[in-house]
């Protein structure tokens, strides 16, 4: 069964601080990796998306990483600010097919001043 | 190029009654995903149409769920005789092509009292 799992399920960071969130993930065969963040009560928005290629994805302040290997992505959140509290999916595609993607839980990021 | 339109933000329902949410996607997409997020979950694929066709509705409910998208007018998802576990936040999706980033509305809310 394709499944991503996500941890933590929940953090708070201080304003400035860096913070990594994990993704592990289960589904075969496996074509890309997507990293949305959903602000509360809004829609998820795509930050950054991988193939099985790609090692690492930057994008501002947001880098993500994959080991296709072990089947891990992270994403890396660095000199965090307010703006950055949500939660981060982590989304896994089996073969580029939209209807096809698996979800995990998210992370929930909570950045205080 | 305005994003994708969801309508009603919220909808509050009785047991028994109809509910019918709107979905109005990106200029020039034609691909329509809907997905359900339970309170505290991930995002669950229910359905993936193009125009006038649905591809995959392998994560909808049999029963008094129903989608369509047609040659004019917003994909509508329509849920008959709701019960109060058919309460959720309801995302759409509409991408250019199935291989395409998905580019998320902003939801509806439905509350079944």
């Known amino acids: 069964k394709n499944q991503v799992e996500q941890s933590p399920q929940s953090l708070i960071i201080l304003e400035g601080k860096n913070c990594t969130l994990q993704?592990?993930?289960?589904?075969?065969?496996?074509?890309?990796l997507r990293w949305y963040k959903q602000d509360t009560g809004r829609g998820p928005v795509s930050l950054t998306i991988?193939?099985?290629?790609?090692n690492t994805k930057s994008n501002g302040r947001y880098t993500a990483t994959l080991d296709a290997d072990t089947k891990q992505s992270s994403l890396h959140i660095t000199a965090s600010q307010l703006s950055d509290s949500a939660s981060y999916i982590c989304?896994?595609?089996?073969?580029?097919?939209?209807?096809?993607?698996?979800f995990g839980g998210g992370t929930r990021l909570m950045v205080k001043p | 190029n305005a994003g994708v339109m969801q309508n009603p933000r919220h909808l509050v329902r009785r047991r028994g009654q109809e509910a019918r949410l709107r979905c109005s996607p990106m200029?020039?997409?034609?691909?329509v995903y809907w997905y359900r997020q339970l309170p505290e979950e991930g995002l669950k694929f229910m359905v993936y149409?193009?125009?006038?066709?649905?591809?995959?509705e392998s994560g909808m409910p049999k029963e008094r769920f129903s989608a369509e998208f047609p040659k004019e007018g917003p994909s509508i998802l329509r849920i008959q005789q709701v019960v109060r576990g058919d309460s959720a936040a309801y995302f759409c999706?509409?991408?250019?092509?199935?291989?395409?980033?998905?580019?998320f509305g902003p939801g509806t809310r439905l509350l079944v009292l």
């Open positions: 989304v896994v595609s089996p073969n580029n097919a939209g209807n096809m993607l698996t």
């Open positions: 149409l193009q125009k006038e066709n649905i591809i995959d």
């Open positions: 999706a509409s991408s250019p092509a199935i291989q395409e980033t998905q580019y």
């Open positions: 200029k020039g997409h034609s691909h």
């Open positions: 991988m193939t099985f290629s790609e």
């Open positions: 993704c592990n993930y289960t589904v075969s065969p496996f074509s890309n």
